[in-house]
Every structure is written in structure tokens, then in C-alpha cells.
């Protein structure tokens, strides 16, 4: 039993991570129609960028994780306005080439700025904390605050802000937006900008949990990402947080010996990437999309 | 400097017969497969497990390791072929990292991480090249009677891949030519209309996509025979993106540029490896790896968004549009 809620645990946090980061990259499938194959070295930038300023320089965490976070963001819209503005008008697989193109550029360039070996945040790895019947590492536990305050900020920001109803409004039917007045540049940018925020989020949070970390982090968990956009539906926030937790709770709990003696942990990928083909084929528009033709 | 040109010549033979099979999925009929490389590394595996575990001739595994990319090919293209572009396209990469998954971690299958060298377990060095080095000698040994030269391994591999690879370019040439292709280029502009014509455009895509899957097939038996052992980390999503750059390099729908497609990416991705000079002096060899792979990225980043028909092609049909 204590083994279950270990794994339900670990579930919600590897969960919270993906929630966050599928979360970005749905927004900017959703308003812009761009599916981004460099969303997870997004996430390695904003890990490497905090690492740079822990590791190396040794800041504190919370400075190098700002830091990270709000490079990566800037990142974000800067890489929007030099290579994808000009892809606008341009069909959903050529701009998937392109990202697939900036995410060759930005993995291999930390690859050479930061060398392969494995990374990790100055914290202290052996530390366990217990809460009730579970052990809880020090980047679990500042990952499920931190995520958690993201979770609702992001769903606050959608619901209530102009601009998030804004955004809703141009997933939805984005002819509609324009004509009602929406200012497709700015709020191109603004996504971007919340989206590169996440990414760095988890990036850096992906780091913290796991450990160390290489460049290929984000390689490792973009295939994750699109599992948990497609399960919530291509282009829902929300759908996409619900996606990332479901799919990182399915993943740890799928190991649960109470299952037929439980999968084996490094089956878990493949778990995930059949559970993406299944969905693909049974339910495209994700758990809560409305069915239409695709 | 002989030595790096027959090198480049040869790796450029694979890539071409493996491109050709993405131009015909993806510039002919418009399926974007981003898992193109899962399908060398199934006919590769089933070619070196045939041989080394179940005995077989290599003249019978080779052909039975295409059957098997394809049927590869069919099992994921009849439920997904139907699918939105950027579905499809998510729907093969992934397809192809549970591909590259399984060989990792199936060590009493394919070997694991160490590759087809442990077929047989661990410490007893499996081999599934010895006929096709036979072959390869013969090819040898009849060119250096025939013109009185030295020749070098690769030399013969050229004399194999590339007569090969010039008989399936004129096939697939025709292929594209005729009702078949024209078929298959109607429906990746307009499914509909297509549809409205009586035209069964779900068995034209799946013809076209068994295609491509049995040319990278074809492809990954090359590879297996050049580097006579393989890891699965030899078929990462990366290897499918080369093939990206050289269909669109030459312009998507352009059959006789994918060759010269093939021949440039493989100088330049080579060149970075083997030449020495200023700038790439500036890199340690670790370090040109993943320059190697930057340029790559620029090269699909700077083509697709500033040149999508490639550099021979026509802009109305062979431009990256959709």
C-alpha cells in the first residue's frame, strides 16, 4: 500500500511537470497552429540557463531559476519573431520542420556550451524528507509547490485576464478573434512568452526531480508532451495540465507490483508512446475535445 | 583524401535510396513520416537475426527483412494513414522511438544498447556480415583484375549500392510519372476532389507509404552491410531529419535530385568530420558532432522558411507549403 501512494506521489510530481510544459505547448497549438518539436529543449535551456547561474556561478536556486525562467520565455519570443512569423501563412508540417529545425540548433548548442556530462542543481541530493508514509526529495517537494502555484496562476490568467480570454477566443475560432479585434502579433508574442515561461519552469523543476540532466533532457520528454496535449485535446490548457497529470500517474503507477506484478520500470516510455498511437487513432481530439472530422 | 570521397560516396548511396522513399511518402503523396528511420532499423535487425539466429542465407534474410519493414509499415499506416498531417506526423515519430525503445531494451532479441554484436549474449561477438564481405570481396578483386588498380572496400560497396540505387531512381521515376504518381499528387493537394473522382485514396497512400517503407528497408540493409554492427542509438529520430533535408534540399517532388541531395549533405556532414581547417580546427572531434547536427537544423530552419522548393526546384510543386 505504502508503495502505491509512493508511486501516486511520484506520479503527481513527474505529472506536474508534464502538466505544465504540455500546458505551454497546447496554448501555442492552439493560438498560433504551431505543433513545437523544440518545446522540451526549451525546458533543457531554461535547466541549463539555472544551471549555469547554481552550478557554475552559485547563485542561490531561486535567482537562477528566475533566471532561467525568464530567459527562456524571452527566448521564446525571439525564435517566434526570427523564424516562425515568417511561417504564418504556412502549412502545420512545414512549421513542424522548422521547430524540429530550432530544436537541433538549441540542443547541440548546449551540448557544446555546457559539454555532455550529466548536470545537477546545487541542492542536497541525499536529503528525504517523511510525510506520513512517504519520502519526499527536496526537489519533489519544491516542485509540487512551485508547479501547483503555476497550475493556478495559469488557469487564473486564462479565465480572467483579457488576454487569456484573448487566447481562448483565437484557439477557438481565430478568424472570429480577428475580426472582433484581437491583435494576433501581440498576442502571438504573449504566448510565447507564457509558453518559453513554462517550458524554462520545467526545465528546471525536470532537473531538480531527476537528478542530473543533460541537454537531452527535453529530447527525452517531448514525446510525453504530445502524449499529454493530445490527451486533453490539441490546443486546451486546461485539457493539456489534466493530460500531463493522468499521463505522469498512469506512467509511475503502471509499475505498481499489484498490477501483475507491475510493468517494468523501463517500459514506461513505450507505455506512453502506445497510449499517444491508442489515442491518436480511438479519441484525436483528446479526452474532453469535442468530436469533429480531423 | 581518395579514401574520404569513396567513403562520402557510398554513405551517400544509403541515404539516397533511403531518401527517395521519404520523397515518395512525403513530397509525392503528402504523409509527413517523421519515424522513417524505425523502418531501417526493423529490415536491419530482422536481416542480422535471421542470419544470426535462425541460420538463414543472407540472400533469403535480406529480402524477408524488407518484407518486414514493410509489414512494419502497414501496421502503423492502416490505422494512422488517415490522420491530419500534424497527427501523422506525431503518430510515426512516435511509432519509431517505440521501435527504437524495444531494440534497447529487448536485449535477448536484438542485443541491447551494445548492439547486434550481442545478438548471441553478451562476449561472443555475433556476426551477420560474413556473406555480404564475401560478396564484397569478390566485387573487389574483380575490379582490381579488371582495371589494374588496388581497389578499397568502399570502392566495391559503391560499385553495389549505387548501380542499385540508379535502377530504383528511374523506377520511381516512372512511378511518379505515370496515373499512379499523378493519382498520389492530387490527393496531397485535395483529398476531396480526389475522393470525388472515384479515386481509393486510402489505398494509394498506403501503396505510397509500403513504398517508402520498403526503399528505407532496402536502406537499412545497406547501412547494416557498411557498418557491420549496429546499436539502436544508429536509427534516433535525428537520421530521419537527414533524409528531410535532402528531399528538400533538391525540391520534394524532384526524383533525380534526391542523389545530389544525398551527395552534398553527405560532403559537408562528413566534411565536418574529417577536414581540419579553420574554422571546424576551432572544435574538438566530440564537439563537430553536434556542429554537425546544428547545421543540420540551420540547414532545415533557413530552406523551409526561405527556399521551400529546394535549390533545383519549382516553386509551384515542390515547395514545403502544407
Not at chain 1, 484557439?171 to 478573434?177: C, I, K, R, T, V
Amino acid at each position: 500500500m505504502n508503495q502505491l501512494l509512493q508511486l501516486v506521489f511520484n506520479g503527481l510530481v513527474t505529472g506536474a511537470i508534464l502538466a505544465i510544459a504540455a500546458a505551454g505547448a497546447s496554448l501555442v497549438w492552439g493560438v498560433l497552429r504551431i505543433g513545437n518539436f523544440a518545446h522540451g529543449d526549451y525546458m533543457a535551456l531554461g535547466a541549463f540557463v539555472a544551471w549555469a547561474l547554481n552550478g557554475m556561478l552559485g547563485l542561490d536556486l531561486v535567482t537562477a531559476a528566475v533566471a532561467g525562467i525568464v530567459v527562456t520565455a524571452l527566448f521564446a519570443v525571439i525564435v517566434d519573431r526570427l523564424a516562425l512569423r515568417p511561417m504564418r501563412s504556412r502549412g502545420l508540417t512545414s512549421v513542424f520542420i522548422v521547430t524540429v529545425g530550432i530544436s537541433f540548433v538549441i540542443r547541440n548548442t548546449l551540448f557544446i556550451g555546457f559539454g555532455s556530462g550529466a548536470r545537477t542543481f546545487s541542492i542536497d541530493q541525499s536529503m528525504v524528507y517523511l510525510v506520513g508514509p512517504l519520502r519526499v526529495a527536496p526537489g519533489q517537494a519544491i516542485t509540487v509547490v512551485v508547479t501547483a502555484v503555476a497550475i493556478f496562476a495559469l488557469g487564473w490568467l486564462l479565465a480572467y485576464t483579457n488576454i487569456g480570454r484573448s487566447m481562448r477566443a483565437v484557439a477557438e475560432n481565430s478568424d472570429l478573434a480577428a475580426v472582433t479585434g484581437v491583435d494576433t502579433d501581440r498576442l502571438a508574442s504573449v504566448t510565447w512568452l507564457i509558453s518559453g515561461a513554462l517550458a524554462g519552469l520545467a526545465g528546471v523543476c525536470l532537473g531538480l526531480v531527476q537528478g542530473t540532466f543533460d541537454a537531452n533532457m527535453g529530447a527525452y520528454v517531448l514525446f510525453l508532451l504530445f502524449t499529454a496535449v493530445v490527451l486533453g485535446g490539441i490546443g486546451s490548457a486546461y485539457g493539456a495540465l489534466c493530460g500531463g497529470l493522468v499521463l505522469g500517474l498512469v506512467m509511475e503507477v503502471s509499475t505498481w507490483h499489484g498490477f501483475a506484478g507491475g510493468l517494468e520500470p523501463r517500459y514506461k516510455l513505450v507505455l506512453a508512446f502506445g497510449v499517444l498511437i491508442a489515442l491518436l487513432l480511438v479519441r484525436p481530439q483528446g479526452i474532453f475535445g469535442k468530436a469533429r472530422l480531423l | 583524401m581518395a579514401d574520404f570521397s569513396l567513403f562520402v560516396l557510398a554513405t551517400a548511396g544509403i541515404y539516397t535510396i533511403f531518401s527517395l522513399g521519404l520523397l515518395v511518402q512525403f513530397g509525392i503523396a503528402g504523409l509527413p513520416n517523421f519515424g522513417n528511420g524505425a523502418f531501417m532499423a526493423v529490415s536491419g535487425y530482422a536481416m542480422a537475426i535471421g542470419i544470426v539466429k535462425l541460420g538463414l542465407p543472407m540472400i533469403i534474410a535480406a529480402p524477408l527483412a524488407m518484407v518486414a519493414a514493410v509489414l512494419f509499415g502497414l501496421l502503423l499506416a492502416i490505422p494512422t494513414i488517415r490522420l491530419r498531417s500534424d497527427y501523422l506526423a506525431i503518430a510515426t515519430v512516435a511509432a519509431g522511438e517505440i521501435v527504437r525503445y524495444l531494440a534497447l531494451n529487448l536485449e535477448g532479441l536484438t542485443g541491447g544498447a551494445a548492439g547486434t554484436v550481442n545478438l548471441l549474449g553478451p562476449g561472443q561477438a555475433a556476426d551477420y556480415n560474413f556473406e555480404w564481405l564475401r560478396l564484397q570481396n569478390w566485387m573487389q578483386d574483380g575490379i582490381s583484375h579488371l582495371f589494374h588498380v588496388r581497389a578499397k572496400p568502399d570502392l566495391a560497396f559503391c560499385c553495389i549500392i549505387w548501380p542499385v540505387a540508379l535502377i530504383l531512381l528511374a523506377i520511381v521515376d516512372a512511378m511518379v510519372r505515370s496515373p499512379w504518381g499523378r493519382v498520389l499528387r492530387a490527393i496531397r493537394e485535395d483529398q476531396e476532389a480526389a475522393t470525388a473522382l472515384g479515386k481509393d485514396v486510402f489505398r494509394c497512400k498506403l501503396q505510397a507509404f509500403s513504398l517508402g517503407a520498403a526503399l528505407a528497408g532496402l536502406a537499412g540493409l545497406f547501412l547494416a552491410w557498411q557498418v557491420s554492427t549496429f546499436t539502436p542509438d544508429d536509427f534516433k529520430p535525428t537520421i530521419t531529419f537527414y533524409a528531410f533535408v535532402i528531399v528538400i534540399l533538391g525540391g520534394k517532388t524532384n526524383v533525380w535530385a534526391v542523389p545530389i541531395g544525398s551527395l552534398l549533405f553527405t560532403i559537408i556532414f562528413s566534411g565536418t568530420r574529417f577536414l581540419g581547417f579553420w574554422p571546424l580546427s576551432l572544435f574538438s572531434s566530440g564537439d563537430k558532432a553536434f556542429l554537425r547536427l546544428i547545421l543540420v537544423g540551420l540547414a532545415l530552419v533557413v530552406l523551409v522558411i526561405f527556399r521551400p522548393q529546394g535549390i533545383f526546384g519549382n516553386p509551384r510543386e515542390d515547395a514545403v507549403e502544407t
